[in-house]
């Protein structure tokens, strides 16, 4: 599958971006998706996954009650909405895809889009 992310782009601080992903190629509705973000000098790490039928969520600690994960299989798309924005939330965003949620380290996540940068100001 295919991942093409966008909707980064320039906020203050408190302020809210929602980011989308678009996928092509295989059959979205049966994966996983992912959220990860790595911001410079620092490891990629995981904000939020959805399992295939948006039953299911999780969230990284930092992001628990500011950020929302959502999916449209009819769109094969999955959003990010990001609310509450801080400085530390600087970083360039990725999507991922995998059949399952084998675990929430990219290492477990098979397919990759390019990143889309999000900058919070203070």
């Known amino acids: 599958v295919q991942l093409q992310a966008s909707g980064g782009g320039l906020v203050q601080a408190g302020g809210s971006l929602r980011l989308s992903c678009a996928a092509s190629g295989r059959t979205f509705s049966p994966y996983a998706m992912a959220w990860f973000r790595q911001a410079p000098g620092k490891e990629r790490e995981f904000v939020a996954a959805?399992?295939?039928?948006?039953?299911?969520?999780y969230y990284a600690d930092s992001v628990k009650g500011r950020f929302t994960i959502s999916r449209e299989n009819a769109k094969n798309t999955v959003y990010l909405q990001m609310n509450s924005l801080k400085p530390e939330d600087t970083a360039l965003y990725y999507c991922a895809a995998d059949p399952v949620v084998a675990g929430l380290a990219p290492v477990h996540w098979g397919s990759w889009g390019q990143g889309t940068l999000v900058t919070v100001s203070s």
């Open positions: 959805i399992n295939w039928n948006g039953g299911t969520t």
